[in-house]
Every structure is written in C-alpha cells, then in structure tokens.
C-alpha cells in the first residue's frame, strides 16, 4: 500500500503540474512524505482523537476522505480554484466512492480528473449532443448545469462523480474551477462550499488574493450554514441594512495575512474541530470578503500577453432619480411564506426610497390591481402611508396572468415617460415578482417576449424575480436579458424577504446610465460588451478585449455616460508597455504566493498549487474567454431568429471547447475505471494512463526498451533521475537523437521569416510578416477537407542595438487542430506540449518522449524539436529555441516547418498552407529606362494571376545549420499571398475559420 500510494501521488503531480517531470531531482513531498499518510489513516487517526469521533469513523461503511484540499489564487478578481480528494477503501471488497461538491452557478469547470488504482482518467470537454437525457452528474456534469440560467443567478451548482474504487485501495478526484468574481453592494465576494459529507482526516483551504490596487475591507465571515443565499447575506451587511451588531469572527483556525496588495487566507480544521462545528460533514460555506481602492476616472486597465481587461466602477457620484414600478404577483401559490416575506421586504424597500424617486405598485393573478392607476407618484410621506396600505391589504388568489402583468406595468411607465413630469436625466425600471409560470391570458412564452418587447421598446429596464420551484426562470431570463435587466432566483427554502431586499439594494441606487465605453480605433478587437443601460452603486464593469497592436506606446480609452444633471465625458491615455509590466509583476507575486513553503497538507495539495501557475500566466486571456462565453450564451437567448441563435451557440461552444470550459452549451466526458468481481482493478491492454501522461507509450517504445509497468516505478524515489522511468526516457532519447529529420524548406521560423518551397517549379520563395505582439496568424487551413488547422502566436522583443526594426515577433505557441475522426489538438510552446485527443498529455520539452493518441502522434527530442503526426499522411516538425542566458532581444520561440503534405488538400489555404499545391514562374518585368536608353528590368514572380515584385535573398533554416536561396517578397507579402495580412489574424489559439477568415469559426 505505501508503494502504491508513493506511485498514487507522484502521477498526481504528473498530470497537475506536468513540467516538473524533467525540473525535480528529489520527491515533490519531501522526505516526510511516508510519515505524513499515516496522519489522516483512519485506521490510525480514531487513537489520537476523542471516542465520540472514533466511533464515527469506525462506523463510516463508505470510503474515507482522507484528504480535502481546495486552493484558490484570485488575481484581479478572477478566481482559480484546484480542488483534490483523496479517498481511502479500507475494505477488501470494491466499493463506491463519492466525489461531490458545490461550485458557484457564475464558476465554469475547466478540468477533472480521477486517479484510480494507479491510473488517470481524464476528463474531456466535449460539444453537447442536442436532445440528450439529463440526468443528475451524468458524465460528470453538474446538475442542473443545463436548465439553470446563463447568468448565473443560481445560487450553486453541484458536481457529483461516483466511481468503484478497488478494494484496499485509493482513489483521488482532480477539480478544477474558474469564475469573475462580481462585485455587489461594495464588496466582492468569494464563497467556497466545505461539504464534503463526512469527518475527514485533513482539511485545508488556502486562499491568495492579489490584486493591482490596494485591498481593502477584507473580512472572513463565520461558516455559512443556512441555505439562503450570498444574496440574502449581502442584505444584512448592505448600505441600507439596518444598523445591527452581528458576529463577525472568522471560522476557528483562520489565519490572516494581509499586505498592502496580497492578502492569504488560510482554514484547516482538524478532525476534532470539525466534529465540534457538525459531525455530519456539512460546515458550510466560508466565505471572503474584500473591496480595493479605486479613483476616480477611467478605472483599472490591465494588460498581459496581447490581451486586456478593464475594470470601471467609478464612486462619489450623485445619485441618479429612478422611476419604478413594482408587479408582484398575488396569485393563490403565493399563499403563506411567500406572500409575507414579499410583504415585509416591500415595506423595508418603502423606506429606502428617495425623495427625487417616483414609484407605483401592481399586483396581479387572474386580476390586475394598480394602486395609482395612470401615473407615477413622488415620495412623500403621504404616499408612503399609502403605499404601505395597498402592500399590507394584498391577499393571493386565482391564477397567474404573466402577459397582461408586464403589459400593464410597462403602459403604466411608458406614458409616464412621455408626460411633462418625467425628468430627463433618470432611470427607469420594473421590478417583475412571480412563483409561477403562466396560467391566464397569453401563457406561451415566445408571445408573451415578444409583447414584452413591444411594450417596452427599450425605454426601461425589466429585473425579474422567481420565487420557488415552480417558475418558467428561462423566460424570466430572457425577459431580463432582452429589456437590459437582471434576473435573481430565490429558492423555495430561501429567505425571500432578505434576498429581495438584497437585490433591490443593488439596483436602488443608480450612479450612471447610457454607458459607451470606447477605445482607440483599430487598436483593439474581439471586445466583450461595452455599451452599458446602466450603472448602480456598488457593481462594477468589467470590458476585456484584444490589443491588435501591442507595440502601441499608448491606448486612448473614453467613457461618456449620464448622471443626475449632465453628460459626462472621461478620457486618458493607457501607457500599455507599464501596464504589461505592472500585470505581470503581480501575476508573479500570486504564483509565488500560491506556491510558496509547504503548504497543509500531502503534495496533493502542493500539486494543486503549483497547477494554478500556468493559467494564471494567462489570466488576462482567460478573462476575455470567460465574458466572451457569458456573452455568447446571453446572445443566445436574447436572439430573434434560428440562425442568430446557432450563430451565437457556434461561438459559445467554440470557446468553450478552446479554454476547456464546461458551460451549459458542453458535456464533460471521463472513462470510468472497470472493477472485477473480486473488487481488483481490471487490467489495462496497454501501459497504464498513469504513466502515459508522462512516459512514453508503450507501442511508441524503440525495441531495446523493456516494456513499463506501473510496478517499476517502486524502486526508487518519485522524480529521482535514477528511477527506472527516468532510464527508461535516457534509452529513448539516445535513440531519437541518433534519427536526422528530414522536412521542407517549407517553415516560418525567426523573426518570423517565412520560407516556401515549390517543387515543380524548382524555386524557393521567402518573405517576412511584421506582426504584433498577441496576434494568432493562420499558418495552414484545411478545416474543412482534412480537419487540419495551424495556428500560430507571436511574442514581442525589442530589437538589437541598430537594427532598423522597433520590435522583433516570435512563435511563442503553436496549436494544431483535427477534426477528423474526433477533435483532439496538439499546443506547442517552447516549455511544453499539450496533447488533447484520446487522453489528454502534458509533455515537457525538455524531455524525450514519444506518444501516440488516436489519429495524433508526438514525438520530442529533449530541447531540440517536436515532431507531429496526423494520421500518417501529414506531419510537421517545431523547432524549439532556448537560451540559456538570453539577450534583451531574445525571448525562447518556436519554429514551424512543414515535413509531409500529401495528407493536406488542393483547398489548403493559410500563410503556407495556400501554397503547397501551387506552382509560380519567374519572369523579368521592365522596370525603367536609364539615361542612355536601355531598359532596365526586375524579377517578378508569377503567382496566379498576379506579379510580384522580388529580389534575391539568403536565408537561414534548420537553427541556422543551412542556408537557403529565395525570391524575397516585400511589404508583407503584398501580392504573394491571397488577400492582406490582416486576413490571416484569428480570434484565438483553436479558431479553424476557413478562408476567408471566419466562415467556420471553431
């Protein structure tokens, strides 16, 4: 059992942290390793604690939890978050092990993973299958996961994997999870759900907070045991709540470092302690806190590899007037509970009114009621009576007449707008209330929007309401979503009072309204939302987008908008280049911080740390994935027709699958293992998964190396360079090394020099493509009759010392997609390849390997190149430049060369793909006539129906080991190439759009 949980956790750390295969000499856990399992064996741990707890356990027939560990790292208020669980079957026979725990409805899933007797099963993201049958924790997926709202008013969403663990044996569970932290009332708040439904050995939640501005207000409230929600607890501690003294201490065991812009969090109850806040496993939510200093302007930009994220939420600003008018519903489920609550919150919301407000009141079933009929009434005392009146006299009855609701509320408002008392500079809104769906009137949901948009013609804003378990939240939602609302679940056991009063107190105070936020033209693309209906006290803004030229000195950024009494206009200009260097300063300090010392725990929860790392590099990026995918699925529902809708679900999905998102448009798909009858693992065909991610596979293996068993890593320590996987990849490396490759000239290498090769025609052309920095170019493009796509990322550096370039551009990342027969993609960059077909491998470069996954195959010379196989017919080979001690111009970068195309079709297009099955001429074309009258002429190549000008040129491939004669085409290619530079920039790393750029975006 020791030797097997030694291989356990060592592949652990494979598959979390793949790159430090070839990086650690020594164990990743420490010499302590061995004795820390014996510190949360329950068959050890009930000696050292007190008899009731020892009786629980003893007790427990399912498998133990022996280790819970959840760390988060929150960068500029993007959280990830790495959750690991181990689980111990401490009988012989094979028993059902439960991994279940609560993310946030806003959070996406971005990987799971099961460790299982020694092997890996990896999840995969996958399109979702129109039509299929829902089923709770079906394939993984959180329940609910489709039927709950795009924007993520729920509350939480629940993952749930069940699996047969062997008998005597463990099994670890991988999450991973990532959400924009929103920010509401003033605060952002990180909520993570400690549930684990048992006692367990060891406990421990770390929690990193860094941020660019200053942080402030952090406070760790106590365990959150009540099914309410965040909501409801907003209410209690918001401006307008009242003024009550309440425990604030944070849970026992909470330590609290907090530095200027860092703040670490840390929980871990021992078994004891826990069994004094529950036995039953359930302590409840712990949740964070935090707001940061912001100025007034334009607010936070941050930029970070060809990417930025802008936060706005500017502060002491006059309050904006508001119309408004409550529709609550009064129909006969309202009976009871409800009815009370929605009473008592409307009474508290009666007293935050202000005097520059105008409101009304509607109540609705199979009858309308409105209180002031034809008019909005100010806040006066006199009204306020009133009002409390007609709340207090309501009494549920009848049916639930949605349409006719809505229709009243919005002819109600719409001539008020109209008349000569509405003010100018105000907004206006509904708030919609219901418990039901529509039982009277027009009850069909497409009629019922399209009233609504009718009535409303986008002069106001609709925020929408459900009560319980028995509302329509979809057509809630669009309604919101489509008449530039919000909408917010209340769950039947929720504290509705509390949460109504919550939600008012976000929208009660509106600062700005018509927002356009603009930047400089040109300079940016791909941008998410940036024209805003409003703008309420407390919330925030948050814009991210694409720098289309990084090299720029500055960003020009504008916001104009409305207050109470004008028009207001901000402008600055964003120096990016500080800006880069400011956002990777403290993506440094939040990566050291998430890794630093030994944290509680095994190395599981080290793994987990150190996983963090690569996703935070890109956090920027991933931010601009996260609201482009929120965008898309709100589009989604707000279209008018068939083909918008699929057009905005094809963009969702798409994303979705490159960032590796489970959303509501994507299943999550994991191989469960096979346990024999007698509760032993079934034999694997091949090498073990587990091995895999890191070994080479074993049909890949030369034939004077020994086929590897899990077993045969026991003998030494995990990460010894002495271990038999270690001499197993030293006998594969000598004999790749020993094999010369051979490719075309074919390639895009360097600064980046382009190089083409033409058989038939027996010359060679080259040209250069003065990119920027962040931009992804199309190299070849075969989508739709091969599946094959290349594409390519370009770096920045600056120029040498009297060069009369500013700037030099590097491939820093390569990615090849296939479609055909599945999808699976190969991401190359100058530290690692990650394969993503039938198994999913992380593969260091500076190791040498050789792995085969369905029609994918990847074979590495340690720090030298990789070579890429799509079924036998096309192959392409990256060279990998590293320096030691580079200069300021050098940054680490890859080479693109292509070896085999026959696989490739006569429509491949791209950079180099378009002329593989070309063929040019050369010609001499008269240039001008000297003064004695010759006429002098200039090469030309004939390409299609076009001449381009050329001149000879040198050029060095293959790292410089040969020298290549070409025809060198200026001016980015001008002519050469089919259409203009811009034509080749894509959207991101796995778009497959055919030519011309986006027909087939993927």
């Known amino acids: 059992m020791e030797k097997d949980c030694k291989m356990l956790v060592w592949t652990l750390l494979v598959c979390f942290s793949p790159c430090v295969l070839g990086q650690l000499e020594e164990s990743p856990f420490g010499d302590d390793f061995d004795s820390d399992l014996t510190d949360f064996d329950p068959d050890i741990a009930p000696r050292r604690v007190p008899r009731q707890v020892k009786t629980i356990l003893t007790k427990e027939t399912k498998p133990h939890i022996q280790e819970l560990a959840i760390k988060t790292t929150i960068i500029s208020r993007y959280a990830f978050t790495a959750v690991s669980c181990a689980m111990l079957n401490r009988h012989s026979a094979a028993a059902e092990g439960v991994f279940q725990f609560q993310i946030p409805a806003t959070a996406y899933i971005s990987n799971f993973t099961m460790i299982i007797g020694g092997r890996v099963y990896q999840s995969e993201v996958r399109p979702k299958e129109k039509k299929v049958k829902q089923e709770k924790g079906e394939n993984g997926k959180p329940k609910n996961k489709e039927s709950g709202d795009a924007s993520g008013e729920s509350e939480v969403e629940v993952f749930r994997m069940a699996a047969s663990i062997p008998g005597r044996n463990r099994a670890v ?30 406990l421990s939640l770390d929690v990193t907070i860094v941020d660019h501005s200053p942080i402030t207000h952090l406070e760790v409230l106590p365990l959150r045991n009540g099914k309410s929600s965040s909501a409801a607890a907003n209410a209690a501690s918001g401006p307008n709540a009242p ?8 849970p026992v065991t909470t330590a609290i470092k907090h530095d200027k812009n860092l703040c670490k969090i840390t929980f871990g109850p021992n078994i004891v302690q826990q069994a004094k806040i529950t036995t039953n496993g359930i302590l409840g939510d712990f949740v964070i806190r935090y707001d940061v200093e912001r100025e007034m302007g334009i607010g936070d930009i941050q930029v970070l590899n060809g990417h930025f994220v802008h936060y706005f939420a500017p502060k002491d600003l006059p309050v904006v007037p508001k119309n408004v008018v409550f529709v609550i519903d009064t129909s006969a489920s309202m009976l009871g509970t409800k009815i009370r609550q929605t009473k008592d919150a409307l009474f508290t919301i009666l007293k935050d009114l202000r005097p520059g407000d105008r409101f009304n009141f509607i109540s609705f079933s199979n009858k309308i009621k409105v209180w002031q009929p034809n008019r909005l009434v100010p806040v006066t005392p006199l009204n306020i009576r009133d009002a409390k009146k007609f709340i207090y006299m309501l009494v549920p009855t009848g049916g639930t007449n949605i349409d006719g609701a809505i229709h009243t509320g919005s002819t109600l408002l719409s001539d008020y707008l109209s008349g000569p008392d509405a003010s100018q500079n105000s907004v206006s809104l509904i708030i919609f209330l219901t418990d039901g769906r529509p039982t009277v009137g027009e009850t069909q949901s497409p009629a019922i929007l399209g009233n609504t948009r009718s009535a409303v013609q986008e002069k106001f804003c609709i925020f929408t309401i459900g009560i319980g378990n028995d509302v329509d939240y979809r057509l809630l939602e669009r309604m919101a979503l489509e008449n530039c609302g919000m909408m917010r679940r209340i769950r039947e056991e929720a504290d509705a009072s509390a949460m109504l009063k919550g939600f008012y107190d976000e929208i009660g105070t509106p600062l700005l309204s018509d927002i356009r936020i603009n ?60 800006r880069q260097i400011e956002t990777e300063k403290h993506v440094k300090a939040a990566t050291a911080a998430a890794t630093a010392g030994k944290a509680p725990g ?14 935070a590099e890109d956090f920027v990026e ?4 996260f609201l482009s995918v929120k965008e898309g699925l709100r589009s989604r529902l707000r279209s008018q027709t068939s083909k918008e809708r699929e057009g905005h679900i094809q963009q969702a999905t798409n994303l979705s699958l490159a960032y590796h998102f489970l959303t509501p448009l994507t299943s999550l798909v994991v191989e469960k293992p096979e ?84 058989p038939l025609s027996k010359l060679t052309v080259c040209f250069n493509i003065n990119g920027e920095p962040g931009h992804i170019l199309r190299l070849v493009s075969d989508h739709k009759h091969s599946g094959v796509t290349v594409n390519g990322k370009l770096i920045g550096a600056p120029a040498p010392p009297g060069s009369h370039k500013q700037q030099r551009t590097y491939f820093s990342t390569i990615t090849i997609v296939v479609d055909r027969p599945k999808r699976a993609y190969i991401e190359v960059t100058p530290k690692k390849v990650i394969l993503d077909g039938r198994d999913r491998m992380v593969l260091p470069c500076d190791s040498t390997v050789a792995v085969e996954s369905g029609a994918l195959s990847v074979a590495i010379v340690g720090k030298s190149n990789v070579t890429v196989t799509v079924g036998g017919t096309v192959s392409f080979v990256i060279l990998v430049h590293q320096y030691k001690n580079p200069a300021p111009y050098q940054r680490d970068h890859l080479g693109f060369y292509i070896s085999t195309s026959k696989g490739l079709s006569h429509n ?29 002429t200039s090469p030309v190549l004939k390409v299609k129906d076009r001449s381009v000008p050329v001149v000879q040129k040198t050029r060095r491939i293959y790292s410089g080991t040969q020298s290549v004669d070409c025809w060198f085409a200026r001016n980015n290619a001008a002519k050469l190439i089919d259409g203009q530079y811009e034509d080749y920039l894509m959207s991101h790393m796995f778009d497959t759009g055919d030519w011309p750029h986006g027909t087939n975006s993927a």
Not at 605 to 612: D, R
Not at 696 to 713: A, C, I, K
Not at 917 to 933: D, R
Request: include cysteine.
């Open 519 to 578: 930047y400089t033209e040109d300079s940016v693309q791909y941008v998410t939302q940036h024209l805003f209906t409003n703008y309420f006290n407390g919330s925030e803004i948050v814009i991210a987008g694409k720098l289309t030229n990084q090299s720029a000195e500055s960003l020009h950024v504008q916001v104009t908008a409305s207050n109470s009494d004008k028009s207001i206009v901000l402008e600055t200009d964003v120096p990016l280049r500080q």
């Open 243 to 250: 003024k009550t003294p309440a425990k604030t201490e944070p």
């Open 173 to 202: 569970f991988l999450l991973t999870y990532e959400e924009l932290l929103r920010r509401r009332l003033g605060r952002y708040e990180h909520v993570t759900s400690l549930r684990p439904l048992q006692l367990v050995s060891r």
């Open 908 to 936: 491949c297009h791209g950079l180099l793909g378009q002329f593989l099955h070309e063929e040019v001429g050369l010609a001499q074309s008269p240039a001008n006539i000297s003064a004695q009258g010759d006429i002098k």
């Open 602 to 615: 095994s190395g599981i929860t080290q793994a987990a740390g150190v996983s963090l790392v690569s996703v």
């Open 675 to 758: 346990v024999l009858a007698d509760g032993t693992m079934a034999p694997a065909p091949t090498l073990a998964p587990a091995a895999g991610k890191a070994a080479p596979s074993v049909n890949e293996l030369p034939d004077d190396v020994e086929e590897e068993t899990p077993q045969s890593l026991d003998g030494k320590k995990p990460g010894s360079r002495s271990s038999s996987l270690s001499n197993t990849m030293g006998k594969v490396e000598r004999r790749l090394a020993k094999k010369s490759i051979t490719v075309s000239k074919t390639s895009a290498d360097g600064d980046p020099h382009f190089v083409v090769e033409f």
């Open 622 to 625: 991933r931010v601009w994935g």
